[in-house]
C-alpha cells in the first residue's frame, strides 16, 4: 500500500520538536548563578550544566548517521523526543544537583540527536531547488530559539524559579511527540549497516576530548598551559585521526569523511565551521566588554545583544529564498567582506564609542552570519548523492560544538594574553580603569584573529560555486 507524504505536516511536526528541544540549550544560562545559591556549588561545578550538554551533543552527532539508517523516521523522532522529555522531567523534580545534573545530560541526548535526524529527513523530502527556503525555514527555528533562551530564562526564574525552566517545557515536549504519534510519516529506507563498535569508541573519545579540552581551556584555570588540558586535547587529536583512517578501511564507516572529496561540501563546510567559531566567541566576548569597560549588567548587555541574535533567526528564511534564487556566492562573497569590515570595527572598540554604534555593529555580525552559515551549508549537503545524506549531515552537525569550542576558547585565551601583555608593561597601582584599558587591549588582540579567520572565509568563498546535485527524486511516498 502506498501512502502520499504530506510534507507540510512533517516539516510542522520537526519544527515544534526542534524549537523546544534548541530552545533548552540555552534556557538555563542565566540560572546557573541561582542553581549555585540553591544547591552550594561553585562555578566550575555548576558550568557542567552548560559544558556537559554540549558535551553530550557533540559526542552523539557521529552515532547518529549510524542511527539514521537503522530506524525509521517515526522510530527516531518520537524516540529522542520521549528521551528528551524523561530528562525535563527528571530535571524538573530534582532534589539535588547530581539528578539535575543527570536529567540535563539525558536531554542532550535527545537534542543532540534531534537535529541531524531532522536535516537528513528535509534532504530526502525536498528538492535541491526549493531546500534553501525549506532549510532557512528550519534555520529560522534553530537559530530563533537559542536567542530568545536567555531573556525568557530571565523572566522565568525571577517571576516563578528555577525549575519552571523545565516545567513550562514538559507540557511542550508532550505535545510534541502525539503530534508526531498521529501524523509524522516515515522517509527514506532503513539499511541497517554494521555498527563498528572501535569507531564509536574513537569518535567519543576524539570528539568529547576535543570538545570538553577546548572549552576548559576558554573557562580558565590555566587555559592552553594547563598540561591536563593539552593531554586530553593531544589524545583527542590522536583518538580522531585513527577514527579518520578507520573510517577510510571499513566497508561501513560510521561517518564516511569521503563527503570531503565532494570539492563544495569541503569548502561549504569549512566556511560554515569558520563563521561558527567566530559567530560564538562573539557572544562571549561581547557579554563580557559591554559588562566591563562598558559597565552594563548581566541582564542589560543580553538586551542588547538581543536585536542583532533575534534578527539572525529572522532573516534565514528570506536568506533561503535568496539562495534559491541566485545561488550560493552572490550572498557569501558580499556577506563575507562586511563580516571583515564588522570583525575591523570591534579589533577599534573602546569604551568612548556610543553604544548604539555598538548595537549597530552586532546586528550587521549577526545578518552577515545569517547571509553565509546556512547558504553554505546547505550548498554543501545540495553535492551529495542521497546514500550520503546522513554522514554529511551528522560530519556538519559535529563539527558546529568543536568550531563553537575552538572559537570560545582561542578568542578567550588571546584576550587574555592581551590583557596580560597590557598590564605588564604599564606599572604602578591596578585601577579600575587600568583594568578596562587592558581588556579592551585583549578584545583587540582577538578581533585581529578574527579578521584572518574572516578573509580566509572570504577567500574560500571565491571557489564555492552553485552544487549541482546528482540524480535526485523526492520521497513522495512510502510504501
Known amino acids: 500500500m ?6 507540510k505536516i512533517i516539516l510542522a511536526t520537526f519544527m ?8 533548552n540549550e540555552t534556557l538555563l544560562n542565566i540560572a546557573l548563578t541561582e542553581l549555585m545559591d540553591v544547591f552550594g556549588l561553585s562555578a566550575p561545578t555548576v558550568q557542567w550544566m552548560a559544558t556537559g550538554f554540549m558535551l553530550v551533543m557533540g559526542v ?6 549510524l542511527l539514521i539508517q537503522w530506524f525509521t523516521t517515526r522510530q527516531m523522532f ?3 523526543m520521549s528521551v528528551f522529555l524523561a530528562g525535563t522531567v527528571i530535571a524538573a523534580s ?10 540535563r545530560m539525558i536531554q542532550a541526548v535527545g537534542t543532540g540527536l534531534l537535529i541531524p535526524v531532522i536535516m537528513n529527513a528535509l534532504l530526502l523530502l525536498y528538492e535541491p531547488e526549493v531546500r534553501g527556503r525549506i532549510m532557512g525555514t528550519f534555520g529560522l527555528v534553530i537559530m530563533f530559539a537559542p536567542a530568545i533562551g536567555p531573556t525568557l530564562s530571565g523572566v522565568i526564574v525571577d517571576w516563578l524559579g528555577w525549575r519552571w525552566l523545565f516545567i513550562t517545557v514538559i507540557p511542550f515536549a508532550v505535545f510534541s511527540i502525539l503530534f508526531a504519534v498521529k501524523y509524522l510519516q516515515n522517509v527514506g529506507e532503513v539499511t541497517r549497516p554494521k555498527a563498528d563498535v ?3 569508541i574513537l569518535s567519543s573519545i576524539g570528539i568529547g576530548g576535543i570538545v570538553y579540552g577546548f572549552s576548559s581551556a576558554g573557562e580558565g584555570g590555566g587555559g592552553f598551559a594547563s598540561m591536563e588540558i593539552i593531554a586530553i586535547i593531544g589524545v583527542s587529536i590522536a583518538s580522531l585521526i585513527f577514527f579518520v583512517f578507520r573510517q577510510l578501511k571499513i566497508e561501513d564507516p560510521l561517518l564516511d569523511v569521503r563527503v570531503f572529496a565532494y570539492k563544495n561540501y569541503a569548502r561549504g563546510i569549512i566556511i560554515f565551521v569558520i563563521v561558527i567559531m567566530a559567530m560564538f566567541a562573539s557572544e562571549i566576548v561581547m557579554p563580557m566588554y559591554l559588562q566591563g ?4 549588567s548581566a541582564k542589560a548587555a543580553g538586551l542588547l545583544l538581543l536585536p542583532g541574535a533575534l534578527l539572525n533567526g529572522l532573516m534565514s528564511p528570506v536568506m533561503g529564498t535568496l539562495f ?13 567582506l562586511v563580516l571583515v569590515a564588522v570583525m575591523v570595527f570591534f579589533s577599534y572598540i573602546n569604551p568612548s564609542i556610543p553604544i548604539w554604534y555598538f548595537i549597530f555593529a552586532y546586528i550587521i555580525l549577526m545578518l552577515s552570519v545569517s547571509a553565509i552559515l546556512m547558504p553554505a551549508q546547505t550548498n554543501a549537503l545540495n553535492e551529495l548523492p542521497k546514500h550520503l545524506y546522513p554522514h554529511g549531515t551528522a560530519i556538519a552537525n559535529t563539527l558546529q560544538p568543536i568550531g563553537g569550542a575552538l572559537g570560545v576558547s582561542i578568542f578567550v585565551s588571546i584576550m587574555s594574553q592581551g590583557q596580560e601583555n597590557y598590564l605588564d608593561d604599564h606599572s604602578g597601582a591596578i585601577t579600575n580603569d587600568l583594568l578596562n584599558k587592558a581588556m579592551t587591549a585583549g578584545v583587540h588582540h582577538a578581533y585581529w584573529f578574527a579578521i584572518a579567520l574572516c578573509v580566509s572565509t572570504f577567500v574560500i568563498a571565491l571557489f564555492v560555486k552553485k552544487a549541482i546535485a546528482p540524480d535526485f527524486e523526492p520521497e513522495e511516498k512510502e510504501s
Open 78 to 80: 518520537i524516540g529522542v
Open 94 to 103: 530534582a532534589v539535588n544537583f547530581p539528578m539535575l545534573l543527570t536529567g
Open 324 to 336: 534559491d534564487k541566485f545561488g550560493p556566492r552572490k550572498l557569501i562573497i558580499p556577506a563575507s
Open 2 to 7: 502506498e501512502i502520499k507524504l504530506n510534507r
Open 16 to 23: 515544534i520538536g526542534a524549537f523546544f528541544a534548541v530552545l
Open 198 to 200: 572501535l569507531s564509536i
Open 60 to 65: 552523539l552527532m557521529p552515532i547518529s548517521a
Open 293 to 296: 569597560p562598558l559597565g552594563f
